[in-house]
Protein backbone atom coordinates (compact mmCIF):
# COMPACT_ATOMS: atom_id res chain seq x y z
CA UNK A 1 0.00 0.00 0.00
CA UNK A 2 1.47 3.24 -1.34
CA UNK A 3 1.34 5.77 1.63
CA UNK A 4 3.01 8.32 -0.03
CA UNK A 5 1.80 9.25 -3.72
CA UNK A 6 2.71 11.05 -6.23
CA UNK A 7 0.46 11.42 -8.52
CA UNK A 8 2.01 13.76 -11.84
CA UNK A 9 4.40 11.18 -13.16
CA UNK A 10 5.84 14.12 -15.35
CA UNK A 11 5.40 17.70 -15.03
CA UNK A 12 7.25 20.43 -17.62
CA UNK A 13 7.99 24.50 -17.27
CA UNK A 14 9.20 27.45 -18.86
CA UNK A 15 12.39 28.31 -17.21
CA UNK A 16 11.56 31.40 -15.14
CA UNK A 17 8.18 30.35 -14.05
CA UNK A 18 6.81 28.52 -11.10
CA UNK A 19 6.84 24.56 -10.71
CA UNK A 20 4.48 23.28 -8.48
CA UNK A 21 5.01 19.67 -7.16
CA UNK A 22 2.32 17.95 -5.24
CA UNK A 23 2.64 15.29 -2.90
CA UNK A 24 -0.35 13.33 -0.60
CA UNK A 25 -0.32 11.14 2.32
CA UNK A 26 -2.37 8.60 4.08
CA UNK A 27 -0.95 8.41 7.23
CA UNK A 28 -1.82 11.07 9.63
CA UNK A 29 1.42 9.62 11.88
CA UNK A 30 3.51 11.44 9.77
CA UNK A 31 5.63 14.03 11.36
CA UNK A 32 8.25 15.10 9.15
CA UNK A 33 8.42 15.76 5.18
CA UNK A 34 10.94 15.55 3.25
CA UNK A 35 12.15 16.25 -0.74
CA UNK A 36 14.50 14.69 -2.41
CA UNK A 37 16.07 15.67 -6.24
CA UNK A 38 17.30 12.79 -8.05
CA UNK A 39 19.12 12.78 -11.41
CA UNK A 40 19.47 9.20 -13.71
CA UNK A 41 22.14 6.43 -12.02
CA UNK A 42 22.58 9.13 -8.82
CA UNK A 43 21.50 8.51 -5.45
CA UNK A 44 18.60 11.39 -4.56
CA UNK A 45 19.80 14.32 -2.91
CA UNK A 46 18.22 16.10 -0.19
CA UNK A 47 16.41 19.49 -1.04
CA UNK A 48 13.96 20.41 1.60
CA UNK A 49 11.71 19.36 4.52
CA UNK A 50 9.34 20.40 6.73
CA UNK A 51 8.13 19.39 10.27
CA UNK A 52 4.09 18.43 10.78
CA UNK A 53 4.06 21.38 13.68
CA UNK A 54 5.04 24.10 10.70
CA UNK A 55 2.75 24.43 7.33
CA UNK A 56 5.73 26.02 5.70
CA UNK A 57 9.00 26.18 5.17
CA UNK A 58 11.64 28.22 2.74
CA UNK A 59 14.85 27.92 1.30
CA UNK A 60 16.07 29.98 -1.26
CA UNK A 61 14.18 29.60 -4.89
CA UNK A 62 12.32 26.08 -2.77
CA UNK A 63 9.78 26.49 -0.56
CA UNK A 64 7.50 23.51 1.33
CA UNK A 65 3.89 24.34 1.80
CA UNK A 66 1.96 21.40 4.35
CA UNK A 67 -1.88 21.39 4.90
CA UNK A 68 -2.14 18.75 7.42
CA UNK A 69 -5.98 18.28 6.96
CA UNK A 70 -5.55 17.77 3.90
CA UNK A 71 -2.57 15.42 4.19
CA UNK A 72 -0.70 17.42 1.15
CA UNK A 73 2.55 18.85 0.76
CA UNK A 74 3.79 20.82 -1.87
CA UNK A 75 7.11 21.91 -3.18
CA UNK A 76 7.33 25.50 -4.86
CA UNK A 77 10.48 26.27 -7.13
CA UNK A 78 10.60 29.71 -8.57
CA UNK A 79 12.12 30.80 -10.38
CA UNK A 80 12.38 27.20 -12.25
CA UNK A 81 15.97 27.18 -13.87
CA UNK A 82 16.99 24.19 -16.87
CA UNK A 83 19.26 22.56 -14.07
CA UNK A 84 16.28 22.29 -11.80
CA UNK A 85 15.11 19.35 -14.47
CA UNK A 86 15.08 16.12 -12.65
CA UNK A 87 12.94 13.45 -10.51
CA UNK A 88 11.70 14.64 -7.35
CA UNK A 89 10.59 12.47 -4.64
CA UNK A 90 8.93 13.16 -1.56
CA UNK A 91 9.08 11.32 1.69
CA UNK A 92 7.42 10.82 4.97
CA UNK A 93 8.85 9.52 8.28
CA UNK A 94 7.04 8.63 11.74
CA UNK A 95 9.42 8.88 14.96
CA UNK A 96 12.40 8.96 13.38
CA UNK A 97 14.50 8.37 9.88
CA UNK A 98 14.52 4.39 9.99
CA UNK A 99 10.96 4.93 8.31
CA UNK A 100 10.76 6.72 5.71
CA UNK A 101 8.61 5.95 2.80
CA UNK A 102 8.85 7.17 -0.55
CA UNK A 103 6.44 8.60 -3.21
CA UNK A 104 6.52 7.82 -6.94
CA UNK A 105 8.31 10.69 -7.53
CA UNK A 106 7.83 13.47 -10.62
CA UNK A 107 9.93 14.40 -13.35
CA UNK A 108 10.30 17.66 -13.89
CA UNK A 109 11.60 19.04 -16.87
CA UNK A 110 12.82 23.18 -17.01
CA UNK A 111 12.52 24.60 -20.80
CA UNK A 112 15.05 26.86 -21.31
CA UNK B 1 25.54 16.91 5.18
CA UNK B 2 27.61 13.53 4.34
CA UNK B 3 29.70 11.92 1.58
CA UNK B 4 27.91 8.45 1.07
CA UNK B 5 29.69 6.05 -1.42
CA UNK B 6 29.07 3.16 -3.15
CA UNK B 7 31.46 0.69 -5.26
CA UNK B 8 30.86 -0.43 -7.79
CA UNK B 9 28.71 2.23 -9.65
CA UNK B 10 27.19 -0.82 -12.11
CA UNK B 11 27.92 -4.30 -12.61
CA UNK B 12 26.88 -7.70 -14.92
CA UNK B 13 26.77 -10.55 -13.27
CA UNK B 14 25.70 -14.11 -14.62
CA UNK B 15 22.75 -15.86 -12.58
CA UNK B 16 23.05 -17.99 -9.90
CA UNK B 17 26.69 -15.69 -9.01
CA UNK B 18 26.81 -13.62 -5.99
CA UNK B 19 27.69 -9.89 -6.20
CA UNK B 20 28.88 -7.52 -3.41
CA UNK B 21 28.08 -4.12 -3.30
CA UNK B 22 29.90 -1.66 -1.03
CA UNK B 23 28.80 1.66 1.42
CA UNK B 24 31.06 4.15 3.03
CA UNK B 25 30.34 7.31 4.73
CA UNK B 26 33.19 9.31 4.28
CA UNK B 27 32.64 12.21 6.74
CA UNK B 28 31.38 10.48 9.66
CA UNK B 29 31.26 7.52 11.71
CA UNK B 30 27.38 5.62 10.92
CA UNK B 31 25.85 3.37 13.08
CA UNK B 32 22.63 3.16 10.93
CA UNK B 33 22.70 2.71 6.99
CA UNK B 34 20.06 1.59 5.07
CA UNK B 35 19.85 -0.20 1.79
CA UNK B 36 17.19 0.56 -1.01
CA UNK B 37 16.17 -0.99 -4.36
CA UNK B 38 14.33 1.16 -7.18
CA UNK B 39 12.69 -0.30 -10.15
CA UNK B 40 12.65 1.72 -13.38
CA UNK B 41 9.36 4.32 -13.06
CA UNK B 42 9.23 3.12 -8.87
CA UNK B 43 9.47 4.74 -6.24
CA UNK B 44 12.66 3.66 -3.62
CA UNK B 45 11.52 0.55 -1.52
CA UNK B 46 13.40 0.57 2.11
CA UNK B 47 15.30 -3.65 2.07
CA UNK B 48 16.78 -3.20 5.33
CA UNK B 49 17.99 -1.15 7.94
CA UNK B 50 21.85 -2.16 8.58
CA UNK B 51 23.22 -1.70 12.43
CA UNK B 52 26.56 -1.47 13.04
CA UNK B 53 27.93 -4.74 15.52
CA UNK B 54 24.04 -6.11 14.99
CA UNK B 55 21.94 -7.72 13.15
CA UNK B 56 20.37 -6.04 9.86
CA UNK B 57 16.85 -5.33 10.16
CA UNK B 58 14.83 -6.48 6.93
CA UNK B 59 11.17 -5.25 5.82
CA UNK B 60 8.77 -7.45 5.76
CA UNK B 61 9.28 -9.80 2.15
CA UNK B 62 12.89 -8.98 1.17
CA UNK B 63 14.86 -12.10 2.26
CA UNK B 64 17.64 -12.12 4.26
CA UNK B 65 19.35 -14.95 3.06
CA UNK B 66 19.14 -13.67 -0.40
CA UNK B 67 20.30 -10.57 0.50
CA UNK B 68 22.81 -10.89 3.10
CA UNK B 69 24.30 -7.21 4.76
CA UNK B 70 27.32 -6.66 6.50
CA UNK B 71 27.62 -3.67 8.85
CA UNK B 72 31.15 -4.42 10.16
CA UNK B 73 32.28 -0.49 10.82
CA UNK B 74 30.80 2.75 11.76
CA UNK B 75 32.03 3.39 7.83
CA UNK B 76 31.19 0.16 5.96
CA UNK B 77 27.70 -1.54 5.30
CA UNK B 78 27.82 -4.38 2.52
CA UNK B 79 25.33 -6.15 0.62
CA UNK B 80 25.97 -9.01 -1.10
CA UNK B 81 23.06 -10.40 -3.78
CA UNK B 82 23.58 -14.11 -3.68
CA UNK B 83 22.52 -16.46 -6.03
CA UNK B 84 21.22 -13.45 -8.26
CA UNK B 85 18.72 -13.98 -11.03
CA UNK B 86 17.65 -11.17 -13.44
CA UNK B 87 14.86 -10.11 -11.55
CA UNK B 88 17.32 -8.79 -9.14
CA UNK B 89 18.50 -6.70 -11.75
CA UNK B 90 17.62 -3.14 -10.18
CA UNK B 91 19.01 -0.45 -9.15
CA UNK B 92 20.52 -0.63 -5.21
CA UNK B 93 20.85 2.88 -3.00
CA UNK B 94 22.33 3.47 0.41
CA UNK B 95 21.81 6.10 2.77
CA UNK B 96 22.89 7.05 6.03
CA UNK B 97 21.27 9.01 8.88
CA UNK B 98 22.92 11.43 11.43
CA UNK B 99 20.29 10.77 13.44
CA UNK B 100 18.10 13.43 12.54
CA UNK B 101 15.24 12.75 10.21
CA UNK B 102 16.96 13.52 6.64
CA UNK B 103 18.74 10.69 5.17
CA UNK B 104 21.82 11.29 2.65
CA UNK B 105 22.41 8.78 -0.07
CA UNK B 106 25.09 7.25 -2.45
CA UNK B 107 25.35 7.40 -6.03
CA UNK B 108 23.51 3.92 -5.95
CA UNK B 109 24.60 0.64 -7.95
CA UNK B 110 23.40 -0.39 -11.28
CA UNK B 111 22.99 -4.45 -10.81
CA UNK B 112 22.43 -6.52 -14.09
CA UNK B 113 22.07 -10.12 -14.00
CA UNK B 114 22.22 -11.89 -17.30
Known amino acids: DQQVKQNSPSLSVQEGRISILNCDYT??????FLWYKKYPAEGPTFLIS?????DKNEDGRFTVFLNKSAKHLSLHIVPSQPGDSAVYFCAASKGGANNLFFGTGTRLTVIP | GAVVSQHPSWVICKSGTSVKIECRSLDFQATTMFWYRQFPKQSLMLMATSNEGSKATYEQGVEKDKFLINHASLTLSTLTVTSAHPEDSSFYIC??????????FGPGTRLTVT
Open chain 1, 27 to 32: NSMFDY
Open chain 1, 50 to 54: ISSIK
Open chain 2, 95 to 104: SVSRGTYEQY
